[in-house]
């Protein structure tokens, strides 16, 4: 199995911060590479897809990058809605496996 | 409006059985392949299985942890997704997204809370 590995694990930010998450995986998967966003109590949300792609209505200062084994979530200015839990998942292969999280608090 | 709504969740005995659905709405379900993914309470997510469209012979995928023991299926002349879930365990206990599996998982439904516990 493919392993997904984030950090860091846990995020202290303010608004207006400029964040990156980044995930790893344990072996290649090209840009076959989603994150999600996922409130507490809530279905997760998808941001983006096959690496750097926006999902249709999701911000813009949501983007992407990657491809191989190394990938990055950036938001460009935190907005209060943002404080969540981000997840990363490869579809390169089954099983599809997911990060572990990272959760984004206020600071 | 795209609505994803899953049923069938509860409290079941270690060993017994429970089907999950999932009733569709808002795009063409036949067309997508759909997927089941799960989340123990406070913990990370997990996918658990796959049904591709007709045009992919309805083929499926399963987690290892679930595969001889779950299966996947489809109506898409009811635009529905069901999970037949069989000689359960403690640790299925999680909550159970029903997903459409297009650019990664694109859409997502609510979820259903699934206990396994004498």
């Known amino acids: 199995d493919i392993q997904m590995t984030q950090s860091p694990s846990s995020l202290s930010a303010s608004v207006g911060d400029r964040v990156t998450i980044t995930c790893r995986a344990s072996q290649g998967i090209n840009e076959f590479l989603g994150w999600f966003q996922q409130k507490p109590g809530r279905a997760p949300k998808s941001l983006i897809y096959?690496?750097?792609n926006l999902q249709s209505g999701v911000p813009s200062r949501f983007s992407g990058s990657g491809s191989g084994t190394d990938f990055t979530l950036t938001i460009s200015s935190l907005q209060p809605e943002d404080f969540a839990t981000y997840y990363c998942?490869?579809?390169?292969?089954?099983?599809?496996?997911f990060g572990q999280g990272t959760k984004l608090e206020i600071k | 409006e795209v609505l994803l709504v899953e049923s069938g969740g509860g409290l079941v005995q270690p060993g017994g059985s429970l089907r999950l659905s999932c009733a569709v709405s808002?795009?063409?379900?036949?067309?997508?392949?759909m997927d089941w993914v799960r989340q123990v309470p406070g913990k990370g997510l997990q996918w658990v299985a796959r049904s591709r469209s007709k045009p992919k012979g309805y083929t499926t995928e399963y987690a290892a942890s679930v595969k001889g023991r779950f299966t996947i299926s489809r109506d898409d002349s009811k635009s529905s997704l069901y999970l037949q879930m069989n000689s359960l365990k403690t640790e299925d206990t999680a909550v159970y997204f029903c997903?459409?599996?297009?650019?990664?998982?694109?859409?997502w439904g609510q979820g259903s809370l699934v206990t396994v516990s004498s």
């Open positions: 998942q490869q579809y390169k292969s089954y099983p599809y496996t």
């Open positions: 997903v459409r599996g297009h650019n990664s998982f694109d859409l």
């Open positions: 096959d690496a750097s």
């Open positions: 808002g795009f063409t379900f036949s067309d997508y392949y």
